[in-house]
């Protein structure tokens, strides 16, 4: 199922955010957005949901202009992880993974198909012993994988993540990663937003590059993330190696 945008331009407080930018997505592959803060990923993100309206261009999937789409079955096709997702209700944490299920639920609620994808969304994001846990006495990373696995439940044929890294400590940093790598393979597209660029260079099969509202680089990871393309974009001087067990690092050493 094609994704794609074209010639998208968004302008916020008289600040161009975005300038006309084109791009697609591949299904089965994790696409990650990279760029300096104020770039315009975020911004990208929420149009490519839905949340923002352009003031040009347009987003479509499979040919149809997403904005036209009823919003379950917007819902259905797309699920996001936005950069700072809050609970507001002190609920139980199956409650809020159940949340997930509302795209596909029909007027009596879940059935065993939605129990079923709850219960293996919360064991994908290690959140199965917290299922009866008040969501608000969690930890801030508790809350961040709970979240991930209530998108996850929807089953979402593309899942967009901005920054889904944030409050989770190392062990859960690899086990978000690893689970969106497995989600690609399973067909379906990830596009997430990365700052944490040897992270990216190990989970991504395509980069974008965001500078300025415009798209620097866009393509293959071993095509685009170079020390000349990152230097452009964060203007800082970066050394590409690989780690003992063969994994890439990219590291920051000077600004340029």
């Known amino acids: 199922m094609s994704f794609s945008f074209e010639a998208l331009s968004l302008t916020l407080r008289e600040r161009k955010i975005l300038n006309d930018v084109s791009g697609q997505f591949q299904p089965g592959r994790v696409t990650v957005i990279l760029g300096a803060n104020g770039a315009g990923k975020s911004s990208l993100l929420s149009c490519l949901v839905g949340l923002r309206e352009p003031q040009s261009g347009s987003v479509s999937i499979e040919g149809l202009p997403l904005l036209s789409l009823e919003s379950r079955e917007r819902g259905r096709l797309i699920g996001l992880l936005p950069q700072r997702p809050d609970i507001h209700w002190n609920v139980d944490v199956k409650t809020i993974v159940g949340l997930g299920r509302l795209p ?56 967009l993540a901005d920054e889904p890294l944030a409050s989770l400590d190392p062990a859960h940093q690899f086990d978000v990663l690893d689970r969106l790598k497995n ?28 500078k300025e509202g415009a798209i620097l680089a866009a393509g293959p990871r071993e095509k685009v993330m170079t020390a000349e393309v990152l230097g452009q974009a964060y203007g800082v001087e970066v050394q590409i190696t690989t780690s003992s067990t063969g994994e890439p690092l990219v590291v920051p050493v000077r600004r340029l």
Do not use: F
């Not at 969690?138 to 439940?153: D, I, K, T, W």
């Open 104 to 159: 596909h639920t029909g007027r009596w609620g879940m059935g065993a198909t939605d129990r079923e994808a709850v219960a293996k969304a919360m064991a994908a994001t290690d959140c199965t012993d917290l299922a009866d846990r008040q969501a608000l006495r969690l930890s801030g990373g508790e809350q961040g994988r709970v979240l991930l696995a209530r998108v996850l439940a929807g089953e979402p044929q593309w899942l």
């Open 183 to 210: 989600y690609a393979k399973s067909g379906n597209g990830v596009i997430v937003v990365l700052h944490d660029l040897t992270q990216a260079a190990r989970i991504a099969d395509d980069i974008m590059v965001l």
